[in-house]
């Protein structure tokens, strides 16, 4: 007979704490990106846009990418 508890691997263990309203400190888990930085989502959307303007041509992706992240950090200055 085979004992299944032999041939068992280990479980690792996961913990989750309480969840908490506030973002914890600078020196917490959390890190608290400030406002200014240009959000990944705004350049996407600049990008896609520039991409559609150019009657959708591939191979100009980091292009568009690196003109739509000029654009949005300007106008946020």
């Known amino acids: 007979m085979i004992d299944s508890k ?7 263990k996961i913990v989750v704490g309480p969840k908490s309203s506030s973002p914890k ?12 930085v240009p959000s990944q989502d705004r350049i996407r959307v600049r990008a896609y846009e520039l991409y559609q303007s150019r009657g959708r041509e591939p191979g100009q992706d980091e292009r568009d ?7 949005i ?5």
């Open 6 to 12: 032999a041939n068992k691997q280990p479980q690792p």
């Open 25 to 36: 400190s600078s020196t917490g888990n959390v890190a608290i990106m400030p406002d200014t």
């Open 65 to 71: 990418w690196l003109r739509a992240e000029r654009e």
């Open 73 to 77: 950090l300007k106008r946020e200055r």
